[in-house]
């Protein structure tokens, strides 16, 4: 779904022990001394925040802001919310189902931010780029021109230091930057500094002149429109497929957009793919082009053993990716992308197929419900993205979703799946994989019975999350069934998805033989989880190390959504939803019992120092008080819930 504008249900958690399936619901067993009450625990944190800066706090404020002004003040909550973001409880029995409706995962009536496009305030981009001469609407053009005036009216600066300049020695946003005394000269000019490293290149950017064949539907897919014809007449063969110096060019990494093939021929405008008649070429064959031209094998993908960061809507996005991917995930998978909006060629949805080089195993998660545009979009992507895999999302559980047949609701639409999965399967270079739960409802396990189908359609990896839809995070993943559908899939490599949390969860969860272990919730409440399993060790993170990690995500959020306010107001989102998972985190040193369990409720406690216990509040007003300390003050009527209630248990 689009970045910025998903909804999917993360709904409430409940506890037990990983591998049963009628879990009793926990409390995280803190030692007796940092425990206190639910009252004592905010009178402690207010009268924190009524304090000038500790030092500790004025060492984390890059713009050395007062943060003793109270956040409640300045912070409007939805109707209807406690101030953490949760229900408040129903006081007659007939709200009761409502209220519990309104407990349930999701946030649904969330406050709509307003787009900052059209802020009068806001400068023409003819000014902030470089290479725009003028602008191109002239008078029409709704922002302002007067750099002086924009200026006059231009928030104080957040920080001394822009990462993006200190990264790679310019900012491009220049004077709209945030940061923007970091960078600019005595007369407002954007300085470059010597030893300009290059920003590293978009990938899997959306090309303009694709966006607009998209647009006006001007595309045509004939790979994807034979495959279909194949189908209506029967099952179809195994993939087979066609080396072209196009294909030898991508995979010496050459940017595929760029390439003669995909940029739109006038001839030909409406084609995109292999070309079906004689090969078209930028150019003379060379004899290295003809061994390229060898038929090749669709490309394997041996993530065995490999720790695979689950696709995570909104939490998800690059920024979070590279940090876990820091702390050792090995596959990650970006946020799931609905196809018929990439068919589209909207922007947002494109933004969640993006890849940080860091990013050295990367699939595109996909979400749909008919074969044709499942299969139209695998080709699409084949031919415009740099992936290593492409995953189905037959988990995903949201009405919206599964009332139109797609998400979990395939599992019960045998014939469309086999089509959509074979179809893809028939357009893609890389390996297709289906991402399953256990079944639609809680009792009807289904998993078991496709896994050999899915091996036979094609499907190189299946990862099972052992839940059903109607379960949501209501129960424990149950590892027992994922065991039995080891067997079920093989040779078909099977990776167990639920409730890993520690390290002894995945040793755990690797006996039942899966091929790999994908991980969620843990890396949000704790993405150096991946270090904690490969290393088999608990970590006692400090509090500053973890505010550490918090600002190596806003610099990487700068980096990616832009220093400009728009830029810092979305990473600040993004890290607020994040702060609603990260608080449930409890540390180590104050358990009695190791490991902390994913279902276990963390009572009321007063960390170590200010800061642990600030960051163990399920408050959103201490969340946006941790954000403060990052990214400089929330503008005036800033508003936050957080999408998913993760800090809400059933
Ligand atoms: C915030 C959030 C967003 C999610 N988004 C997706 C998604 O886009 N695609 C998907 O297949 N699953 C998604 N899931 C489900 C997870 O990938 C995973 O299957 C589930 O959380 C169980 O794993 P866990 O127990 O380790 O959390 C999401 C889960 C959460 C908590």
């Not at 405008?269 to 008649?277: E, L």
């Not at 041996?302 to 820091?326: E, H, M, Q, V, W």
Request: net charge neutral; hydrophobic share 35%.
């Amino acid at each position: 779904m689009a970045e910025g504008a998903a909804e999917v249900s993360a709904e409430s958690d409940d506890a037990g022990d990983l591998g049963t399936v009628e879990p009793e619901r926990g409390v995280a067993p803190i030692k007796p001394q940092y425990l206190t009450t639910k009252e004592q625990f905010h009178e402690f944190l207010e009268a924190k925040g009524q304090e000038k800066p500790s030092q500790e706090s004025e060492a984390v404020d890059p713009a050395g802001n007062d943060l003793a002004e109270p956040e409640a003040k300045r912070i409007r909550l939805e109707d209807g919310q406690t101030e953490d973001g949760q229900a408040e409880e129903a006081a007659k029995p007939g709200e009761q189902l409502q209220a519990q409706k309104r407990a349930r995962g999701q946030n649904k009536c969330r406050p709509h931010v307003k787009p900052t496009h059209y802020d009068k305030n806001k400068l023409c981009p003819s000014l902030v780029q470089e290479s725009a001469a003028r602008c191109f609407y002239g008078d029409r053009c709704r922002f302002l021109h007067d750099v002086g005036h924009y200026l006059e009216t231009k928030p104080a600066d957040l920080g001394p230091s822009c990462v993006l300049f200190e990264t790679f020695g310019r900012c491009p946003y220049g004077v709209t930057c945030r940061f923007a005394g970091a960078h600019l000269g005595p007369e407002g000019q954007n300085l470059v500094r010597e030893g300009l490293i290059q920003a590293p290149p978009i990938r899997n950017g959306l090309d303009k002149a694709l966006q607009q064949q998209l647009r006006k539907r001007k595309i045509h897919f004939k790979r994807a429109e034979q495959a279909l014809r194949q189908l209506s007449r029967g099952p179809m063969p195994g993939p087979t497929h066609e080396a072209t110096v196009l294909e030898g060019r991508e995979a010496e990494g050459a940017p595929r957009q760029d390439n003669c093939d995909i940029q739109l021929d006038p001839q030909e405008p409406d084609t995109i793919g292999p070309p079906s008649g004689p090969l078209r070429t930028c150019g003379p064959l060379t004899d290295e082009d003809v061994v390229r031209l060898r038929p090749r094998e669709k490309r394997r993908l041996d993530i065995s053993g490999k720790l695979y960061l689950a696709p995570l809507t909104t939490c998800g996005n690059l920024p979070f990716r590279r940090i876990c991917k820091r702390f050792g995930a090995d596959v990650t998978c970006g946020e799931m992308a609905v196809c018929t909006n990439l068919l589209q060629g909207q922007t947002s949805e494109w933004a969640l197929l993006r890849r940080h080089p860091c990013e050295d195993i990367f699939g595109v998660q996909l979400e749909g419900a008919f074969p044709d545009t499942m299969t139209k979009c695998a080709e699409l992507l084949n031919r415009t993205i740099e992936v290593d895999f492409v995953d189905i999302n037959v988990g995903c559980p949201i009405d919206l979703v599964f009332k139109k047949g797609g998400g979990c609701a395939l599992m019960n639409r045998l014939a469309k799946f086999q089509q959509i999965v074979r179809g893809m399967n028939q357009v893609l270079d890389v390996p297709l994989t289906v991402k399953l739960r256990t079944g639609v409802q809680e009792r009807v396990n289904l998993a078991h019975r496709l896994l050999p189908d899915l091996r036979d359609w094609g499907a190189a990896l299946v990862t099972l999350h052992g839940r059903s839809r109607e379960q949501r995070y209501t129960k424990l993943a149950d590892w027992q069934y994922i065991e039995q559908c080891v067997a079920a899939a093989h040779p078909m490599p099977l990776f167990g998805n639920g409730d890993v949390l520690s390290y002894e969860d995945a040793n755990r969860a690797r006996q039942t033989g899966v091929a790999g272990v994908m991980i969620a919730r843990g890396a949000l409440l704790k993405p150096w989880l991946f270090t904690e399993i490969k290393e088999q060790r608990h970590w006692d993170i400090s509090s500053s190390e973890r505010l550490d990690i918090l600002r190596d995500f806003t610099h990487y959020g700068l980096e990616h959504w832009g220093s400009d306010t728009q830029g810092v107001e979305k990473t600040r989102r993004f890290l607020l939803e994040w702060l609603s998972f990260l608080c449930r985190y409890v540390p180590v040193g104050l358990l009695e019992r190791l490991p902390q369990r994913i279902n276990e409720r963390p009572p009321y406690y007063l960390g170590r120092d200010y800061l642990e216990t600030l960051m163990a509040s399920q408050k959103a007003a201490d969340w946006i008080r941790i954000s403060e300390m990052l990214l400089g003050p929330v503008p005036p009527n800033f508003v936050f819930l957080p999408k998913h209630k993760a800090n809400a248990y059933k």
